[in-house]
């Protein structure tokens, strides 16, 4: 058997998330999953580095999966972006070490959130970035961000529906940069729990309303419990974009 890596990058606008579902194959997976399954004449199952949103985006997405097949790679590429809808495209592919797994092999994920603040929403942007008409005061949001770094018990971030056992991360950093009225928001991390991501980022956009004070942060992580926290941001503005190894 070989072990076939891939690296995706996916507009999720129209898809119901990544993992495949049993009443509905409008999933990333499950559309890769149909594609490679009749390149390859068998029952191929895809494995990812994490599942993302329905609505959330992908820059850098790696997956993997095995195979009989003495096809090449680069044929396999070129399959894949024949047969694939143009909101899907296999960037990269390479054969690598059987032991080598999408998940559990990842060290570490960047994921990007991206914020029109402009007073009115740019109409071709607005399947990819969440519109605040109301100015954010970055700075402000920066200092609450300063509360979120390094390892924490995320509870007060993760969504009800997070089945993990633990929820403790590792966050190395929070980077807030804008221009042009477009606001960037990148968090580097050993690992996210079910929506971690989004309540962050709805967390500091009640920063930069002024809504909610920097320091409430150290207080959210204290309590523990997610009704602490503020609302989740809409899944429309958020990127998987590298997953490191």
């Known amino acids: 058997m070989r072990n076939i890596k891939m690296i995706i990058q996916y507009d999720g606008s129209n898809f119901k998330g990544f993992q495949r579902l049993k009443d509905n194959d409008n999933t990333i997976q499950g559309k890769i999953e149909d594609v490679l399954s009749k390149m390859t004449e068998e029952k191929i199952e895809i494995i990812a580095s994490g599942r993302t949103d329905m609505g959330v985006h992908a820059l850098g997405q790696v997956a993997n999966f095995k195979t009989k097949s003495d096809l090449s790679v680069e044929k396999m590429q070129k399959y894949l972006y024949k047969y694939l809808p143009e909101s899907i495209v296999v960037t990269k592919i390479e054969e690598v070490d059987d032991r080598f797994h999408s998940r559990y092999n990842a060290k570490s994920k960047i994921y990007m959130y991206r914020i029109d603040n402009s007073t009115y929403h740019n109409p071709f942007n607005r399947k990819y970035t969440y519109h605040v008409d109301k100015k954010l005061d970055l700075a402000k949001m920066k200092e609450a961000s300063e509360y979120l770094i390094g390892k924490h018990d995320f509870s007060s971030f993760a969504s009800s529906r997070s089945k993990k056992k633990s929820h403790v991360r590792t966050i190395e950093y929070i980077k807030i940069q804008e221009k042009n009225n477009l606001v960037e928001i990148y968090v580097k991390g050993d690992g996210f729990l079910y929506n971690m991501v989004r309540i962050i980022v709805g967390t ?32 429309k503005g958020l990127y998987l974009l590298d997953v490191q190894y």
């Open 204 to 235: 500091l956009i009640d920063v930069g309303q002024r809504k909610t004070k920097p320091e409430a942060l150290k207080e959210m992580l204290e309590a523990k419990n997610r009704t602490a926290a503020c609302d989740t941001a809409p899944a």
